[in-house]
């Protein structure tokens, strides 16, 4: 609703100016600008340089300036040891504000549409708001300096969610324009008054006025009088109980409330993962088939976190311990028989270790939601705990140093509260997990280099005596 009403403010705005400017005083111009762009600090994106274009219609002169413009710009910044390409496309309407002669300040509104394409990924998109304060300085008869500022407002970004509501980016643009038209005729004279007769007074009777209603105000429309809404901001459309708090449902019994269920009519008793659809494990192996190297074990098979059976003899190149990873990878290389293991080799669970990364868990880019491949290695660690009802387990998020310090903290205790709560829907008892959020403050590698920060960025299990 948000981009289709964007879309058509745009398009009515083009409607309405473009056939004024080509019949009226103007000209249109083709430009070119350097841009640096500082980003939201939720997105976790470097403040970059880059470049654009820019095509504008002008109509009018004088008091009377009007520009219709449409530019595009190309920014890639680092992100997570890969490179995000950033396209912000822009339409929106101007007015110029004379100064002398020499030019003219510029202010104007429109919509925004930003795609971000990580290497090697996926794009997303986002629709927004977009203002601009600037100068235009004429060098001449066919050039034209302009230096602008502006300021992109998403209301619903692309990683929106309940540490992020709104983000906004700005970008500071300085570049050249031409002219490729202009219109060069002689303005016509203005043709004499028409004096046409008044038309006479007829009496009309006035309409009665609408009734004022007398029910009690409703702030956030909920339909919960404010005298009795116990939750006075709630969100427009969010169902609400009769106090007018939000009421989460979980149709399926799932264990993932509707808000989330990307499946929300999943069958009684199915297995399921974050998302809340079906976990297939065609072998029955316990590891479900998006994590599965070995899809097809026999029945009884013991196998590891990647689905396949445990060695009987040690591999070529040595594995002292019989867990399938070579002992030139293995950094438990005497873990017990039969133990489900992580790719270093260690079991979660067990041995001396009192802190275990949970190497493998990752999650959305800027979100607190699982990724698939992750959910194999929580089961392990639900299937460990459950066998283990005196294991009392703190699950800690951690953050590089990218950013604000209070986002990071909130975003890690997210994360650390999505893995508790799935670990509690896989049958490990809630009082036996605790979540917190350490955000930058416990690195383990420096900073300072990329490889250090993909460190930083991780969930860590610490038993509770």
């Known amino acids: 609703m948000f981009d289709r009403t964007l879309r058509t403010t745009v398009l009515g705005l083009a409607a309405l100016v473009l056939p004024a400017a080509l019949s009226a005083q103007g000209s249109i111009e083709l430009g070119g600008f350097g841009t640096y762009t500082q980003f939201d600090e939720s997105l976790g994106l470097t403040d970059r340089t880059g470049g654009g274009a820019r095509f504008s219609v002008i109509s009018g002169s004088g008091w009377s300036t009007f520009l219709l413009e449409a530019e595009g710009a190309y920014v890639t910044t680092p992100l997570a040891g890969a490179n995000v390409t950033f396209i912000p496309a822009r339409a929106r309407l101007v007015y110029g504000l ?32 977009s203002g601009l304060v600037g100068f235009r300085f004429n060098l001449g ?9 502006i300021y992109d407002y998403m209301a619903n970004p692309i990683n929106e969610g309940p540490l992020v509501e709104t983000t906004s980016n700005m970008s500071a643009q300085a570049g050249l324009s031409f002219p490729i038209w202009r219109d060069r005729r002689v303005p016509e004279p203005r043709p004499e008054p028409v ?93 479900s088939d998006s994590s599965d190297r070995c899809p097809n074990t026999a029945a009884g098979t013991i196998v590891n976190a990647a689905g396949c059976p445990m060695p009987a003899t040690p591999a070529p190149d040595g594995d002292a311990d019989g867990d399938s990873v070579s002992d030139s990878k293995d950094k438990c290389p005497t873990t017990k028989p039969g133990a489900r293991v992580d790719v270093t080799g260690c079991a979660i669970l067990e041995g001396s270790s009192r802190t275990i990364t949970l190497k493998g868990v990752r999650f959305a880019t800027w979100s607190d939601e699982l990724t698939p491949a992750s959910l194999a290695i929580l089961d392990d660690v639900a299937e460990q705990l459950v066998a283990a009802p005196d294991v ?38 809630a009082e036996r997990l605790v979540a917190r959020g350490y955000g930058p403050d416990s690195p383990i590698a420096s900073n300072k280099t990329e490889a250090g920060r993909a460190l930083n960025r991780r969930v860590e299990l610490r038993r509770i005596d």
């Not at 008869?141 to 500022?149: H, N, P, Q, V």
């Not at 950013?403 to 709560?421: D, Q, T």
Request: net charge negative; aromatic share 4%; with cysteine.
């Open 98 to 129: 004379p100064i002398q002669r020499a030019g003219s300040f510029l202010i104007g509104a429109g919509a925004v549409r930003n795609n971000y394409k990580p290497e090697g990924g996926s794009a997303a998109s986002e629709w927004g708001y």
């Open 141 to 149: 008869s066919y050039m034209a300096l302009r230096i602008d500022g």
């Open 195 to 287: 004096v046409r007769e008044e038309p006479r007074e007829v009496a009309v009777a006035a309409a009665p006025a609408p009734e004022s209603k007398s029910d009690e105000p409703d702030a956030d429309r909920d339909g919960v009088a404010d005298s009795r809404d116990a939750c006075s901001n709630t969100l427009a459309g969010a169902l609400v109980d009769r106090d007018g708090c939000q009421v989460y449902r979980d149709s399926d019994g799932d264990g993932v409330v509707d808000q989330r269920d990307a499946c929300p009519a999943t069958a009684a008793n199915e297995t399921i993962d974050g998302r809340g659809c079906p976990v297939k494990d065609t072998d029955m192996d316990g590891v």
């Open 392 to 429: 009392k387990v703190e699950v800690a998020g951690h953050t590089d140093a990218g950013g604000a310090r209070a986002r990071n903290i909130k975003l890690s205790l997210a994360r650390a509260e999505s893995v508790r709560a799935y670990l509690i829907m896989k049958g490990v008892p």
